[in-house]
């Protein structure tokens, strides 16, 4: 029996041992409310309602280089806005713009000037946290981006009855910047005037 017919048999089990482990990592909580968002060919995109949080993933299906790290436009990343007041206007007040902050790879907290402009990091303090991955998961078997934000249900949803929201996905190795929904014309990045709207 050769080598690699030997290494074959022993590398099977171990391979699908960790596809398993990478498909219950991100497969849904028992009792979670499950709302799909973005679901293409590119992108997949959902929110799971849970013990008074909301967890947002975003997996790039079609990129499979690991590039969740590091400074844009040499990376991969994800921002969400959030219209929390749902008045389809972007508040300074209210609304919001979480992203990463790519020298501490940690969850970057901003609110907006209008449609064109946010503060920064740190502009306010939020109970959110992010996660980046290279993982395979169950709607994409190889390893790919996944970026994880999870959210206190009362932080971005107030009422308890849904959200509006926007999307903003950068792949490096691709070469691509998708918005969800695609900006109306004439509005700036952070325009809250087309958005996600979900509903529990």
């Known amino acids: 029996m050769s080598r690699i017919f030997r290494g074959g048999f022993l590398a099977a089990p171990v391979v699908c041992l960790v596809l398993l482990l990478s498909f219950e990592a991100f497969s849904q909580a028992p009792n ?3 709302k799909t968002l973005v679901k293409n060919k590119e992108h997949l995109a959902y929110i799971d309602r849970a013990d008074g949080k909301l967890t947002l993933v975003v997996e790039l299906l079609s990129d499979f280089s690991d590039e969740t790290k590091g400074s844009p436009p ?9 219209d929390i007041n749902r008045n389809k206007t972007s508040d300074s007040g209210p609304d919001a713009i979480f ?5 501490a790879n940690t969850l970057c907290a901003q609110t907006l000037y209008g449609e064109q402009a946010t503060s920064g990091c740190g502009a306010f303090a939020s109970a959110a946290t992010y996660e980046a991955a290279f993982v395979g998961t169950a709607a994409q078997a190889k390893p ?3 970026f994880t934000f999870v959210f206190p249900e009362r932080e971005i949803m107030p009422d308890g009855k849904g959200l509006n929201l926007i999307l903003r996905v950068h792949s490096a190795e691709i070469g691509s910047v998708m918005n969800y929904p695609e900006r109306a014309p004439g509005k700036g990045m952070y325009s809250f ?3 996600i709207s979900v509903k529990f």
Request: proline share 9%; hydrophobic share 40%.
């Open 193 to 195: 005037s087309k958005t």
């Open 144 to 146: 790919h981006p996944v």
């Open 74 to 82: 040499a990376r991969d990343f994800v921002w969400v806005g959030i």
């Open 32 to 34: 979670a409310e499950r």
């Open 99 to 103: 992203s990463v902050d790519p020298k």
